[in-house]
């Protein structure tokens, strides 16, 4: 049997900045989660829904382990 766990990364939308800024901190919480015994499922970009292009609103990233 296993658990799952699920973190969101928001991602920031500067002037500046490229959507795949928040890459960083996705690549963080998968290394962090390992060190605790969970395993990277997937990673699912999740879209804003309102906007007239594909535009990110945030990253879900789904994790289990073994119970």
């Known amino acids: 049997m296993f658990e799952y766990k699920f973190e ?3 991602i920031s939308n500067g002037l500046k900045e490229r ?3 928040n890459m960083e901190q996705v ?3 998968i290394v962090d989660h390992a060190k605790d015994g969970w395993r990277l499922v997937q990673v699912l970009v999740v879209p804003k829904e309102k906007a007239g292009l594909f535009m990110i ?3 879900k ?3 289990e382990r073994e119970i």
């Open 61 to 63: 990233i789904i994790f």
């Open 57 to 59: 609103n945030y990253y």
């Open 8 to 10: 969101k990364v928001i």
């Open 19 to 21: 959507q795949d800024n």
């Open 27 to 29: 690549e963080k919480a």
